[in-house]
């Protein structure tokens, strides 16, 4: 079988990583594409110069032209500005949706059969956005944000709990921003409610409090990135959650990863893209899987959805 091949668009912070964690892993052949001459073929050539240290054996390729990503089986967006301390993600949709236009046409004219994954923000637009333009299947054509949002509430409580990250299942629901859903009575540790574990430690009061804490730090665990660099917002960890998504993808893993998906009447959602829990295989975003809300988390997800229903109306 032909080698298959993996196509970035935007060659910055999260771009670069991007292309490394794809070389280290051997996913493909890489081509980097950005806007600014220099820029993705410097990048590639300092990652494949790595090659002989690291035993990676994948073609890494920098690009100014949209030709060189032809035949590309997944794409993944980061083309366009990260907010700076102060903003919202929201506050991005005007330059980003220009950014946007012309990237989604570049795909669509040069990776016509591409899975797309898009990070760019505000991610739950910019999906929108990318799948109108290009006009591909709603399955081809997806978001990341829940594998990130719900890896840093992971993180949280692996640290809050003592134990192993690995040993946590998490899952957000909803738009990525303030409003999003960390769904606190389906995460566990080892299948052991999380509640339960924290409750032991601290008591029921105080238990609940401390998971109040951790729900508002992954709720805003971008902004304390942003706060923290000044200069720019997280790039390791959306890299590795993009590429959790792109392997499942290229192995037809169907791991059941939180995506922004196109939702047809799931969770009560018709005809809007926000996140939720899909089985991604070699059909790209193939089936949504629906869970239970309770009355308190269904509020909270309508109100995550009604925000990024308000943004997207704001789409020209
Ligand atoms: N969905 C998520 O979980 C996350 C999303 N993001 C978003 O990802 C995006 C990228 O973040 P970074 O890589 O840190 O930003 P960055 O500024 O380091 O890189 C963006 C790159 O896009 C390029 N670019 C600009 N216009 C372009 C065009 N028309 N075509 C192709 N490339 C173009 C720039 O030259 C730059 O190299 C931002 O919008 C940020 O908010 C960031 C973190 C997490
Ligand atoms: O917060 C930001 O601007 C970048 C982002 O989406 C994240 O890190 O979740």
């Known amino acids: 079988m032909a080698r298959r091949k993996i196509a970035l668009i935007g060659g910055g912070q999260i771009g670069g990583v991007l292309a490394q964690l794809c070389a280290l892993r051997e996913l493909g052949d890489v081509v980097l ?15 494949a110069e790595a090659a002989p240290v690291d035993g990676f054996d994948v073609q890494v390729k920098g690009t100014n032209s949209y030709a060189d990503i032809a035949g590309a089986d997944v794409v993944i967006v980061t083309a366009g500005l990260p907010r700076k301390p ?6 991005l949709i005007s330059v980003n949706s220009k950014i946007m236009t012309s990237v989604a046409e570049g795909i669509k004219q040069h990776a016509p059969n591409a899975f ?3 990070i760019s923000n505000p991610l739950d637009a910019m999906v929108t956005l990318c799948q ?12 990341q944000a829940g594998v990130l949002d719900s890896a840093r509430f992971a993180a949280f409580i692996a640290w809050e709990l003592g134990v192993s990250v690995k040993d946590v299942s998490a899952v957000t629901l909803g738009g990525h921003g303030d409003d999003m859903v960390p769904l606190v009575r389906y995460t566990s540790v080892c299948g052991i409610p999380v509640m339960e574990l924290l409750e032991q430690k601290y008591g029921a009061a105080k238990a609940a409090e401390v998971m109040a804490a951790m729900v508002k730090r992954t709720r805003g665990a971008g902004g304390e990135v942003v706060a923290l660099l000044k200069t720019g917002s997280a790039f390791y960890s959306p890299a590795s959650s993009a590429i959790a998504m792109a392997e499942s993808f290229l192995k037809d893993s169907k791991r059941v990863l939180p995506t922004c998906a196109f939702l047809k009447g799931e969770f009560g959602v018709d005809g809007l893209y926000v996140g939720v829990p899909v089985v991604i295989g070699a059909g790209g975003a193939e ?3 629906q869970l239970k809300l309770n009355a308190e988390e269904q509020a909270m997800m309508d109100k995550s959805v009604k925000a990024v229903k308000d943004l997207v109306a ?3």
């Open 33 to 47: 594409f950005d806007i600014v001459e220099g820029l993705p073929q410097g990048k590639t050539l300092d990652i």
């Open 86 to 91: 102060g903003m919202s993600r929201d506050d």
């Open 116 to 118: 797309v994954i898009v």
């Open 132 to 143: 109108r333009i290009t006009g591909f299947p709603h399955n081809r054509v997806v978001g």
């Open 287 to 289: 089936r949504v899987l």
């Open 314 to 316: 704001t789409l020209k």
